[in-house]
């Protein structure tokens, strides 16, 4: 229980208002996981066999993968057993405690972007289709600008009817340049050009777009491998970061995402996207679990600014806030 | 689309095959397995506890007939009970009338927009309908290209005014259509949560001036279990009379089908199947339940083709078959036709015992037919309609042409013989099929 003090002292601690963002962002996501928390804290005092079934509805409510949940239930039934725990108000502890152990898992965790000293850095940004990379883009590009960087945007989603009218608008929101080709061009194509201009005009970040595709098309998910190489030939070690975005609701189907686009590119951090409904976006504490990439942004809504990136900690906190005080 | 979770309900099935009959004891095991293969599908929790309960009690309490093993009993009560939660009939969406008019509404990045080519192009295709689209969607950057993108490519007239304020677009929308004799108008509108108060309240008003035909929810088969919030939400404020199911080509176990309507009664009424245009299909709760319990779905396949296939040609090759004739020509104009039918993948799906083959997770990567394709495209016409003469040099300028391997040729040959002898065992009564 020490990692749960450890827990507390970090909110103490940290920046406040980063807290209230997660906070606000949040506030529907815990809203019905945490009543639902504390209803059953005051229906069962005691630890029951209906008590472990409804906390276990609970998580799986949550989207946290079913296997998760599985073991997650066996570790807590023998964690009360050897530690003797009969109160169910005792267990929010332990509950908190191994949710934060499953996704840390004894690693390192950071959500920094891995930048390029020599050179531009290439983050390529990838996932199934409607997820909101065009989006996310804009996003990361912005905070990017604000920070004084020079920006480049490769419209590599040449497929998709208006996708790179959307990218282009979203430039032009930002201040940031677009390359781009013509529509039905080839992706790898596009990409090739857009970062023969990034090392002319010495561009300090290249975030490239690419069409939303289902993980399982084999010929789609062969041109995101070809699209990788491309830029490794062009940039070596590029692409710096491999963003898989990832939307909120998705549910068990998250973790075969993780898998198949970790197989075809070098997935380096996930972005989870839409936390500002009702959505948990628990799938991430299953595929950290199960494919070890970590979440390094969140997606709180549509504006520019709705970016924070992700913290473990805040973000359970955000779901149990009401326990943890 | 559900195979993953067909194969596990079929995994849990065949345990019972061992017993004599089922009993309190062996069937808990059995439906530990279908709960975890229908959890991991993204059914809804509730959903769950209710259908595992209920085919419990129904299979201790079956009187097993004597003709039907335990087995085969479960499967049926199974096969009933997913029934049920599928809402067991077809219901069709309303189409008659002058003019019908639809809104299609949905989350951000559900599928809205190119769910609306899909719909138009299907109803245009199917009911004779002269569709017209109206673009609602003002917020997201580039929304309203796209849609007057789709709607260049089918040929259909999109209704916009910019980024004005979409009660009066559409308002105005229907009015134009009225004018211009179209009696069918979709409405796109923009992405948005079932929470968002403000944008919600523009569904309603849109819903309160216009005489809606149906409101559609476009719902993601990807989604997990935030999916009841979702569509009780939307519910909630516009009254649905219908969802559609988008991205079930992805490999989603599609729990959230299983849920919408024994959860909301809301009945499911099309689901897409691919990027393309023509990418969407009816839900049929009964040919679905015989897919996910790996039976296949033969209607669907028939349909299928006799939607796509050109009758003449296929009777012209039908009776070139017969006559034994069959030669690369033939074979090239059919693999047009197959590509016509969709991804492979897909249609294999649709047999029966695909999944016992183990084809139900085949991969086929259309470049491979491609090849096929461009070896054949090298040939000259008399090599393909005699590809008896294709000796060594021939080949190597084949393969050289279609940018293949000697190798390659020599397989395509090799298959297109062997189909000859299979053809002419057929034609002279010796063949039996190999099931």
Known sequence: MGLFNKFKDIFKKSNIDDIKVYDQGLSKTRKTFFDRLNVL??????????????LENILIMADIGVNTVMDFMDRLRDRVKKENITDTSMLNEIIIDELFIIYVDEGVISSKLNYNDNGPTVILFVGVNGVGKTTTIAKIAHQMISEGKKVLLIAGDTFRAGAVEQIIEWGNKIGAKVASGKIDADPSSVIYDGLKVALDEEYDCVLIDTAGRLQNKVNLMNELAKINKVIGNIIPDAPHETMLVIDATTGQNGISQAKSFKEATNVTGIVLTKLDGTAKGGIVLGIKEAVNIPVKYIGLGEKVDDLKPFDIEKYIYGLFKEMVE | MFENLGERLQKAVKNIRG???????????????????????DVNYQVVKEFTNTVKDKALGEEVQRSLSPSEVFVKILKDELIKLLGEDKIPLKTDGKLNIYM???????GKTTTIGKLGNYLRKKYHKKPMFIACDVYRPAAIDQLKQIGKELNIFVYEEGKGNPVEIAKKGVEYAKENNYDLVLIDTAGRLHIDDELMSELSSINESIPLDETIL??????????????EGFNDKLKLTGTILTK?????????????RHLTNIPIKLIGVSEKLDGIDEFDPKRMVGRILGEGDIMSLIEKAESIIDEEEAKEAAKKLSRGDFNLEDFLGQLKQIKKLGPLENIIKLLPGASKLGLNNINI?????????????????????????????????????SGTSVQEVNRLLTQYEQMKKMMKMMKSGNFKLPF
Not at chain 2, 218 to 231: F, H, L, P
């Open chain 1, 41 to 54: 804290n005051s229906k069962y005092k005691k630890l029951t066999d209906e008590y472990f079934e409804e």
């Open chain 2, 19 to 41: 017993y004599g009959k089922i009993t309190e004891e062996n069937i808990s095991d059995i439906m530990r397995e279908v709960r975890m293969a229908l959890l991991e599908a």
């Open chain 2, 104 to 110: 299609l509404v949905g989350l951000q990045g559900s």
């Open chain 2, 218 to 231: 476009v719902i993601d088969a990807m989604m997990g279990q935030d999916a009841i919030n979702v569509i």
């Open chain 2, 248 to 260: 079930l080509d992805s490999d989603t176990r599609g729990g959230v089908a299983l849920s919408v």
């Open chain 2, 365 to 401: 990567d259309p470049k491979q037919l491609a090849r096929i394709e461009a070896i054949i495209l090298s040939m000259t016409k008399k090599e393909r309609t005699n590809p008896e003469i294709i000796k060594a040099s021939r080949k190597i300028r084949i393969a050289k042409g």
